[in-house]
Nanobody
Framework: QVQLVESGGGLVQPGGSLRLSCAAS????????MGWYRQAPGKQRELAAS???????NYADSVKGRFTISRDNAKNTVYLQMNSLKPEDTAVYYC??????????WGQGTRVTVSS
């Protein structure tokens, strides 16, 4: 079973930046398209950003232009650079492959709180 460990969350003021990391225990290239999901308090989880093996990216409208997803296959790590953070970005962020076989997998996530 592949292990995915998210890190990098924390408390940040509105307008600030954070970079999240997702370290995998094996090759992320073999995992295919990777995604960063998030769940805000009282809301359903949503796919915030994804990146495929050709480094093509997709973003939710709510984060487009502010977040950047990237992957480093050599380090088996996926990143999410988050800029111009807003209070509504407050959520627990999770990473995992965007694939049916991973539907019920959720790691421990990393909490992001945007507040003054």
């Amino acid at each position: 079973q592949v292990q995915l460990v998210e890190s990098g969350g924390g408390l940040v003021q509105p307008g600030g930046s954070l970079r999240l990391s997702c370290a995998a225990s094996e090759s992320i290239f073999s995992l295919g398209t990777m995604g960063w999901y998030r769940q805000a308090p009282g809301k359903q989880r949503e796919l915030a950003a994804s990146i495929n093996t050709l480094d093509r990216t997709n973003y939710a409208d709510s984060v487009k232009g502010r977040f950047t997803i990237s992957r480093d296959n050599a380090k088996n790590t996926v990143y999410l650079q988050m800029n111009s953070l807003k209070p509504e970005d407050t959520a627990v962020y999770y990473c995992k492959p965007v694939a049916p076989g991973w539907l019920y997998y959720w790691g421990q996530g990393t909490r992001v709180t945007v507040s003054s």
